[in-house]
């Protein structure tokens, strides 16, 4: 892999914009070459401004009926839960567009968090049509960090972070919601494209423990981004690179 990208905006505007004409450029590559373009949506209210951004201003730069929306990520909560990661998605965005059903592909938050797991490793088998052992590769795969380093539902310290065979695991964490489903690591970096979001400065201590501390994913698990066939965009507002020594 080449090096991430570092790209710091002036502000949570200005990287919601950037965040949404990249979308759209990667989307629209993945649409001219492959037919199709499958992306990995994430939660947080930062990156939920950036989907009502793609629903109304860039709108019409999307060829929508060719894309495939799945999530890398859910709170064990029903899907009309404002802390559910798809209704984020279904305010903001999907349901101002004419989507198919069959084109939105959520975590089942409602169900037991096992047999949810289960069932979106099985969704993502099916629809990938992927051979024992094969890994889905999405075109772009939207991640937030959470104030302690954590990305998706990969917890610092947690038992996920070392998944391997899983494609998708549930996890308990210390945080509210603690019952959730997460991708693992390996599905994270199978994709084509990965772009970490991040705003506002009580991102910035992790921020910097993430690009200067030590390697440590255990303690900082956005470090597990490292896809060995794609490519890593950060994306941060001044606010969270405020502590980078290299801003």
Known sequence: MGKPQLIVLDDKPALLT???????????????????????????????DGYELLADRFRLSV???????????????APT????????????????????????????????????????????????TLSAGELPRFDLVLLGVGDNAHIASLFPHTPAIHEARRLAVAVEVNA??????????????????????VSGANKAQAIKNIFEGPHNPDEYPAQLIDPSDGDVMWLLDKAAASLLKSS
């Open 18 to 48: 950037r965040v949404a004409e990249e979308i759209v450029h990667i989307a629209g590559e993945a649409v001219c070459t492959l037919g199709e373009f499958s992306i990995c949506l994430t939660g947080g209210t930062t990156v939920g």
């Open 81 to 128: 839960s404002p802390d559910s990661n798809y209704n984020l998605a279904n305010q903001m965005m999907l349901s101002k567009l004419d989507l198919k059903p069959s084109q939105i592909h959520r975590i089942r938050g409602e169900d037991q968090p096992a047999e949810a797991a289960s069932s979106y490793e099985r969704e993502l088998r099916e629809t990938f």
């Open 63 to 77: 060829d929508w009926k060719a894309v495939e929306f799945f999530w890398g990520d859910e709170r064990c909560v």
């Open 176 to 197: 509210p919601q603690r019952h959730r489903v997460s991708l693992t690591a390996p599905v994270l970096n199978r994709a084509a494209h990965v772009m970490l979001i």
